[in-house]
């Protein structure tokens, strides 16, 4: 048995000669097929001290190694993490050799946490998720059609339909869900039908709905046990939607989605979460698109996503251009990667961030594919629940759930590449509920849209070719490529040239350099 005090000693002194060293990544490090660096042993996509430190700790007893952790630090290939590998490890960090990477797909990378899970929503983006739908009229407005609630099950969350349903990519919320998430989430759901004990005009001049929400759940208690639709467990309803007659009106009824506020606060032993409430209404089951791509709308909502479109202005679109494109602004289209990554729809390695390299070479797959990743710089320290400002790089196409982009938005130009997305995800600390302090709807906090929001665009002006190919480049001089200043103004220069590469069947390259 090795003596823990002595070698203890010795690594501390190895310890205190690397301080300050870390092995530089060659241009490969995006190279296909990579799932990690070779000792990166606590797996920040970096070889560094920090690696070194965790490895010493770990050999004498006093640091635990996650799964993946354990197998990137076996710089040998023999799966055990050894004092050989300590020494390898030294060598690399001494001598500055350029780092190794492991190809293939022997490691199982785990969806990063949702950073989003512990704020504003109810509905859990990981695992299953679970909706009680109420089809619900009133005695003097009915629905048009005689829908079953079965054929609106169905619809709202039924299997995916690719080859043969024209609704397609909404023919289903789940189904959306299912390939947003990389098939981490599952929706399902449950619809009853219920008329409302009054007249329509009862329920009206209510902003937060609460009169039809608690009519309701007291009117349905009986027949429905709320805690079956709290699909994580934390005893919260995950979601509830309310659908009525689009005869109704959209003054009071356009589809809108909200934390419950009302008398019911606990019900089954559960609290209510959110509650979507609106007359988008299903006619039949053979056209729906619209239907279902305003309930998946909303139903991100209820995961805490907030709307990418502006208020109170005249021009509400919030992200213009060719690749402004996305659910939470558009409707009919795909998450971008910055939703996906609120929602934590990516595997560990499907997150990478620029480090404090000259530069690095990055390859971007397609964001509409399992295999979709992102590139983050950070403004500064990139929060561990990425609650900070940074910038956002994806590969997006008109695949999958973008697929219907083209025909729905038909008069605007639309394509395929690289687009850059600059986030401000700080926490609001003064909201009884958590949200994003920038968020379109904290006008107080964003002056109105016009200084520091939650997402924008780079090149955000209509007819923008902000979709960037082979042999763009993107700098400080590019519109919208920088960070917040103390003003809240977009001045302050991000100092990386981005040049986006070739595109191949594995998706584009792109080379972020430092200037200077």
């Not at 467990?233 to 003054?251: K, Q, T, W, Y």
């Not at 213009?320 to 939470?328: H, K, Q, S, V």
């Not at 797959?365 to 500064?380: E, F, L």
Request: net charge negative; hydrophobic share 35%.
């Amino acid at each position: 048995m090795k003596n823990k005090n002595i070698l203890k000693t010795a690594l501390g002194t190895v310890t205190a000669f690397l301080i300050g060293i870390s092995a530089v990544p060659s241009a490969a490090a995006a190279a296909q097929g990579i799932i990690g660096i070779k000792g990166d042993i606590n797996c920040d996509n970096t070889l560094n001290v920090a690696d070194l430190v965790a490895m010493e700790q770990y050999l004498i007893g006093g640091h635990e190694i996650s799964e993946r952790g354990s197998q990137l630090g076996s710089f040998d290939d023999d799966g055990e993490i050894n004092s050989l590998d300590l020494a390898i490890m030294r060598k690399y960090l001494t001598s500055q050799l350029p780092v190794e990477y492991r190809y293939g797909d022997d490691i199982q990378h785990e969806f990063i946490s949702p950073p989003i899970y512990d704020m504003y929503g109810s509905l859990p983006s990981h695992g299953d998720a679970r909706m009680a739908v109420f089809h619900v009229d009133f005695p003097d407005c009915s629905f048009e059609t005689d829908v079953t609630d079965e054929q609106i099950k169905n619809v709202l969350f039924g299997e995916e339909r690719k080859n043969y349903n024209t609704n397609y990519p909404n023919e289903s919320i789940s189904a959306f869900y299912k390939r947003a998430s990389k098939g981490v989430m599952a929706l399902d759901g449950e619809v009853y039908s219920y008329t409302a004990r009054h007249n329509k005009s009862f329920y009206e001049n209510d902003v937060y709905k609460t009169k039809i929400i608690d009519d309701v759940i007291s009117g349905m208690d009986s027949k429905v046990d709320f805690s079956s639709f709290d699909g994580d467990g934390d005893r919260v309803v995950d979601a509830v939607l309310i659908l009525v007659p689009n005869s109704a009106g959209d003054d009071n009824w356009w589809p809108a989605a909200g934390v419950y506020t009302g008398l019911y606060k606990i019900v089954d032993n559960v609290k209510i979460g959110h509650v979507i409430v609106g007359n988008e209404e299903l006619y039949d089951d053979i056209s729906y698109s619209g239907f279902t791509s305003t309930y998946t709308h909303e139903s991100t909502h209820c995961m805490g996503i907030p709307d990418y479109y502006l208020y109170d202005t005249d021009d509400f679109e919030g992200l213009r251009g060719e690749g402004g494109f996305e659910l939470m602004d558009e409707v009919r289209a795909d998450l971008s990667a910055v939703s996906k990554l609120m929602l934590g729809w990516f595997r560990e390695d499907q997150v990478m961030v620029f480090g404090d390299y000259e530069y690095q070479t990055f390859t971007l797959k397609n964001g509409q594919t399992d295999d979709g990743n992102c590139v983050i710089i950070p403004y500064g320290k990139l929060d561990d629940k990425y609650r900070s400002e940074f910038l956002v790089i994806e590969y997006t196409t008109l695949d999958e759930n973008n697929s219907a982009v083209p025909n729905e938005y038909w008069w605007e130009k639309s394509g395929e590449g690289i687009r850059i997305f600059h986030v401000d995800a700080e926490v609001d600390p003064n909201d009884y509920w958590k949200m994003f302090m920038y968020d379109n709807a904290n006008l107080n906090r964003n002056e109105n849209n016009i200084n520091r929001r939650f997402i924008r665009i780079t090149e955000n002006y209509k007819d923008s070719d902000n979709l960037y190919t082979t042999g763009r480049v993107i700098d400080y001089k590019t519109e919208g490529f920088a960070f917040y200043d103390s003003y809240g103004l977009e001045t302050i220069d991000p100092g990386v040239i981005i040049t986006v590469g070739e595109l191949t069947d594995d998706g584009y390259t792109i080379t972020i350099k430092k200037k200077g």
